[in-house]
């Protein structure tokens, strides 16, 4: 019985080991992640910074307000950690109250404005997943983060396009025989993938599911017919700038079963998919929980269930749930 109860007690030491490394090693790769992000997010600032001041030496300003927006990004690029969003936004706030430029300095603007906002997105999204590992009893009780300060958010006004303009988009879970979900990837201005199910925007005279099973088709090479997919299980709001747009987009995800063998094929890529998707993997549910990778939707790891369900037809009512 004494060796029994030793035994017992070294597999709980051991389980308990391995789950403080794993923790800890995720851990540190996540403030790696964030430090890496907040790089990347002070290269977007300063592009953004010498796009003004290129703009006002070229006479794309009045006077008095050449001198204020240089006076801002001089505030701004001095500015501290802690300071640099109230300066920024201070700069923020001025370059919006200023009347259209050239085309051609308004260009350089507009990309500039673009790669902070995607930058500050990806940022906070490797603040919230430090903030949240580190919000775990687990970590809390065994002090893994040791003395590494807690990074906080990083809150500006984007100032890419005066409004957004609203679009529909259709999305697919796809699911092999083996429950992995399919997931495509860009990669973020710090080099790290993020990764999306496969759809895109529904087209004028289309409705949800032909969207989604014509995108299915051009991004997976699979032809599916509409009452093949299952839902729309999920519904979700997002805002994001591509191309200098900024959008309110609405996405409907629906799910499908991928038949045994498929084997995608992204020969239907269009050309802005070609350039802009790097890749595409099929993750299992320990994949997406174990990865530091960024995931969209944000609550796809832990709604994989629900995904499974739907596909086996149980308590799929017709309801479709609001996720982030």
């Not at 500050?120 to 003395?147: C, E, I, K, M, P």
């Not at 990865?291 to 629900?306: H, K, V």
Request: hydrophobic share 45%; with cysteine; glycine share 6%.
């Amino acid at each position: 019985m004494t060796t029994i109860v030793v035994v017992v007690l070294l597999v709980v030491l051991l389980l308990a080991a391995l789950r403080l490394w794993l923790t800890a090693n995720r851990l540190d790769r996540l403030h790696v992640r964030t430090e890496a992000a907040w790089a990347a997010l002070e290269g977007a600032l300063s592009r953004r910074i010498v796009a003004t001041r290129a703009a006002a030496a070229a006479g794309a300003f009045s006077g008095p307000d050449a001198d204020r927006l240089r006076q801002l990004t001089r505030q701004a690029d001095r500015a501290g950690r802690a300071t640099r969003a109230d300066a920024e936004n201070d700069l923020s706030r001025a370059l919006s109250t200023q009347p259209p430029v050239k085309a051609e300095l308004a260009a350089e603007l507009l990309d500039a404005g673009e790669r902070v906002a995607l930058a500050r997105s990806f940022y906070n999204d490797a603040v919230r997943d430090t903030r949240a590992l580190r919000a775990v009893w687990f970590t809390r009780l065994f002090r893994l983060a040791g003395r590494a300060a807690l990074p906080d958010y990083f809150e500006i006004t984007d100032q890419v396009s005066a409004s957004a303009s609203e679009r529909t988009a259709a999305r697919v879970v796809l699911v092999d025989e083996r429950q992995r979900v399919l997931l495509f990837s860009f990669t973020d201005p710090q080099g790290i993938p993020t990764w999306f199910p496969t759809g895109g925007g529904v087209e004028p005279g289309e409705d949800l599911r032909t969207a989604a099973v014509r995108e299915l088709l051009e991004e997976t090479g699979l032809v599916l017919a509409a009452d093949d997919l299952v839902g729309p299980i999920w519904r979700r709001s997002a805002q994001f700038v591509f191309t200098g747009v900024l959008y309110d987009q609405t996405e409907f995800y629906f799910t499908a079963c991928a038949p045994p063998g498929f084997e995608v094929d992204i020969a239907g890529f269009t050309d802005v998919e070609r350039h802009s998707i790097t890749g595409y993997r099929w993750f299992s549910a320990a994949d997406l929980t174990s990865s530091t990778d960024t995931f969209y939707p944000l609550e796809l790891a832990a709604r994989l269930g629900e995904v499974h369900r739907a596909l086996g037809h149980e308590g799929v009512a017709g309801r479709m749930v609001e996720i982030s």
